[in-house]
């Protein structure tokens, strides 16, 4: 449970637009803020978009250190919930974080349209690795965002909780083993630098999910944050292109059969 108020600008988001949804996601540390732009863009093309706040983010550090992966789980449940009450078709974008918790929630056979994903966590986050096994330090310092546009500020806390490490890791872990499960279309966005998660995390996910559409998109102008960085725009257009041909391609299957 929260205690701490939402910082002022991290706060989730809905646009009501056309019967097509999109869930989208921050990631570890991030907040609404991060997918703002991305969210906007996508409304302004006519989808209905909800940018959710993950349980512990854009609060205080105290929160996210008490929660647990399964909560950021029932998250995206919940917003996929929302969204599929008020529309026809649902996707669903996630960055980092947000991108191992899209894969996971396709792989619980539920209606999906499809699934993007921005430079997804999923076998490795160099950095945290060490962690795996620690409780100590309680809490280490958060290092600047991987953003390569020097103009752009992340709402982010500036201390990171172990504890919250530990968990992310485990999330990955799990996702990673119920890959196979995901058959959705699907589209993988990735930064060719990134200083966070590999490139090769999404190369492990493309040669592991059943899709039958399944394809990749590289960013060569962004870092790890890349919803926030010079490729911005690219993805937003990559994104509304995956989406539209999707929904395209399965009203023909639907009057065909």
């Known amino acids: 449970m929260e205690r701490y108020d939402v910082i002022q600008g991290a706060e989730s988001f809905y646009y009501k637009g056309n019967d097509i ?4 996601s921050h990631g570890f540390m991030g907040t609404p803020q991060s997918m703002e732009y991305i969210g906007k863009e996508l409304a302004e093309k006519g989808f209905t978009v909800y940018g959710l706040r993950l349980t512990g983010h854009g609060t205080h550090y105290y929160d996210i250190e008490q929660t647990t992966y399964q909560e950021w789980k029932q998250d995206f449940l919940n917003g996929y919930q929302r969204l599929k009450q008020e529309c026809r078709h649902v996707f669903i974008l996630g960055q980092s974080m947000g991108g191992t918790l899209t894969f996971h ?15 997804p966590a999923m076998t490795s986050i160099p950095s945290m690795e060490p962690y795996r096994s620690r409780h100590t330090p309680r809490y280490l310092k958060e290092e600047h965002p991987d953003i390569k546009d020097p103009n752009v500020h992340e709402i982010t806390y500036d201390k ?27 589209l993988v966005l990735t ?33 790890h944050v890349a919803s926030m960085d010079f490729d911005k725009d690219t993805i937003v257009a990559q994104t509304a292109q995956f989406v539209q041909a999707t929904v395209a391609k399965k009203k023909v299957h639907e009057r065909i059969f």
């Open 21 to 24: 949804g999109i869930l989208v």
């Open 105 to 119: 929630t396709a792989s619980q056979g539920l209606d999906l349209d499809g699934v993007i994903a921005i430079n």
């Open 160 to 186: 990171v909780p172990v504890r919250s490490m530990r968990e992310l890791l485990s999330l990955m872990d799990e996702t990673k083993e119920r890959l196979s499960y995901v058959t959705c279309p699907a």
């Open 191 to 223: 930064s060719t630098v990134d200083n966070v998660v590999p490139p090769e995390n999404s190369a492990y996910i493309l040669n592991h999910i059943q899709s039958a559409e399944k394809r990749q998109h590289m960013l060569r102008n962004s870092y």
